[in-house]
Structure formats: C-alpha cells, structure tokens
C-alpha cells in the first residue's frame, strides 16, 4: 500500500521542534540540495557489505561467523538479526535496501528509510556526545558540515556515530560485530562533483571484531524520474516455521511440534517442565 504521509509529517515534526527565530536564521542556499527519494546503486537485498573485500575479523570472530555460515547451510537459522525482524542498524541501515529521503534542518539532519518506516537522526548544532547514551539500533549521531572546496556552501556531512546497540551484522551474511557493542562508524556524505544526483557515503567502522577500521563506499541514485515518488511502508514479518530458545533455533513442523534444525541438534533444557 502506497504510504505518503510519513515523510511529510516527520519533516513536519522536525520543523516545528525549533524555535521561530532559529527557522529564520536558517540560510537553505548554504546547504546542499539533498531532497527527493535517494535509491542505492546496483546489488540486491542480500548483497555484501563490502563485495571487493573480505571482512578483517580478528581469529575469534573470523571463526564465529564461519561457524554462523556452516549453522545456516545445515539447516539452521541465519545469524542474521533482520530475519527475526530485528532492525537492521549502523551502519547497515546506509545499505539503504529501501529508498531513503534526507531532511536538512539547522540543529539536525534527518534520514529516513521506507524499511520499518526508520528515523535516523544527525545532530548539527555543535553538542558533544553526553556522558551516558542509552544504545539505539540507529545509534547517537553527531555530524559536522563542512565546505570542502571553499565555495562559501556546505558539501560534506561528516559524522560519527557511537551507542549502536546489537544483535547486529554487516550484511545478511551474518558478518559479526563485538558482543560489547563499543563499535564508533564515521562517514563522510557528499554528492558527486560530476553528478549532483549521485550521492556517496564514505563509511568506516571501527569494532573490536575487526583488526582494523574497516571503510567501505555506498552510493545514491535521485530518483528523478516522477514529480512525486511513491513512498511504500515496508513492514516485516518473522518467519513462524521456526522458534529461538536461548542461543538455538528450532524449527516446528507442519504440526506444530518442535523439531531440531540442523543434524545433532540437542533438545531445549526442560527444566520447568514436569
């Protein structure tokens, strides 16, 4: 079902959250022209987060992900979070599956995804990170916007991102982050010098799972093909065939009866049954 009156009331809410005074200081000619419906290039849903390059996993999470990789082709569930209808997260959620619309603001940069209807938002006026942060699938982020070519107007969107909260993964491979959820993501955002309807996120993510940051390039297509593009609500439902107890997925048969996944698979502990 087509769903167009989501972008306009969240770019309505963000407008109405600033002061009057600061609506009119805020100079739109000095800011790039990032509006419209922004559809990533090339790949599928289940592309890889980096298709040039291998991910650089310590020992310990190199041998967690194969073992997640061997789980999933016995049988087993994927260990990727999203199956169980799990928002996707930072930096994934920039893969952009869906297409994405950018609101610029004075105080705040707003994205926003047609999947799971998500918010992403920038903050640009100046804060530091606070002390505490409550974790977030989309994270705390703070962005900078800088003049690259000295032209008098802003270009790039710097950014850095902390407080990502998991279960989480690169990609629907099921690349791991660390359980301690300390990874920090930085991106540069800027369009095309040759092509203004080209937009490229520099990514880099650094993560005690990796052996060092780790960068990656995603990159927008506008969608200049309509006045108006058609937006769609992307809802998600969980895959009822099968069921997580703890750490292990079980399937259920036709039945309903509760069946092992993969072969050797033990049964639950039944301890507070009689």
């Known amino acids: 079902m087509p769903y167009r ?3 306009g009331a969240l770019a309505l809410a963000a407008m109405l959250s600033l002061s009057i005074d600061g609506a009119r200081a805020f100079d739109e000619s000095k800011f790039p022209d990032w509006k419209g419906q922004w559809i990533k290039l090339g790949g599928s ?12 996993l310590t020992p310990e999470y190199q041998a967690i992900f194969e073992a997640n990789v061997k789980t999933a082709a016995a049988g087993g569930r994927a260990a990727d979070p999203t199956t169980r209808c799990v928002p996707a997260g930072m930096p994934r959620l920039m893969m952009v599956v869906e297409p994405m619309e950018t609101v610029i603001t004075p105080g705040a940069t707003y994205f926003m995804f047609g999947r799971l209807n998500a918010l992403r938002r920038v903050y640009t006026d100046g804060r530091s ?14 962005g900078k916007w800088q003049d690259s070519d000295g032209h008098g107007r802003f270009d790039t969107l ?3 991102t902390r407080a990502i909260k998991g279960p989480h993964t690169y990609d629907a491979s099921g690349i791991p982050f660390h359980k301690d959820d300390q990874a920090v993501v930085t991106e540069k955002l800027y369009a095309d010098k040759a092509d203004p309807n080209l937009l490229h996120d520099e990514i880099t993510t650094s993560d005690h799972a990796l052996t060092r940051p780790w960068t990656v390039t995603r990159s927008y297509r506008r969608d200049t093909k309509e006045s108006e593009p058609e937006w ?6 969980d895959d009822t065939g099968q069921l997580q107890i703890g750490d292990q ?5 036709p039945e309903g009866m509760l069946m092992p996944a993969i072969k050797g698979q033990k049964p639950p502990d ?5």
């Open 129 to 142: 990170f606070p002390a505490e942060i409550d974790p977030s699938s989309t994270g705390y982020s703070i």
């Open 158 to 160: 710097a950014i850095e």
């Open 5 to 7: 009156g989501l972008t």
């Open 249 to 253: 997925s079980y399937k259920l048969s």
């Open 232 to 237: 769609l609500e992307i809802t998600c439902q």
């Open 45 to 56: 849903q289940s592309e890889a987060w980096d298709p040039a390059a291998r991910a650089p």
């Open 270 to 274: 039944l301890k507070y049954f009689k």
